[in-house]
């Protein structure tokens, strides 16, 4: 069973930066998607941004020039450099690899940014 192995989350301050990291346990074969979402208290969740095996992005609009993702697409990884953090962007966020064969969720890290 493929794990998805997330770190870096934390607390920080308004205008604060961390990096998310996310690995897989083994090596997953026809990925499509590596991405980042989120969940906040009492909210649905959302995402935060894609990234396809081409290298295509997508960002939610609130993140948009505050965070970057990247990928190694060899090792299975995706990370995600948060910048300019704002109290809105408290939540759980959630590491999702896409393949060809299954959809994989990591189980989550915390990320409070405090005011």
């Known amino acids: 069973q493929v794990q998805l192995v997330e770190s870096g989350g934390g607390l920080v301050q308004v205008g604060g930066s961390l990096r998310l990291s996310c690995a897989a346990s083994?090596?997953?074969?026809?990925?499509?998607?590596m991405g980042w979402y989120r969940q906040a208290p009492g909210k649905q969740r959302e995402l935060v941004a894609t990234?396809?095996?081409?290298?295509?992005?997508n960002y939610a609009d609130s993140v948009k020039g505050r965070f970057t993702i990247s990928r190694d697409n060899p090792n299975n990884t995706v990370d995600l450099q948060m910048n300019s953090l704002k109290p809105e962007d408290t939540a759980v966020y959630y590491c999702?690899?896409?393949?060809?064969?299954?959809?994989?969720w990591g189980q989550g890290t915390q990320v409070t940014v405090s005011s």
């Open positions: 083994e090596r997953i074969f026809s990925i499509m998607t």
């Open positions: 999702n690899i896409r393949a060809f064969i299954g959809d994989y």
């Open positions: 990234i396809t095996s081409g290298g295509r992005i």
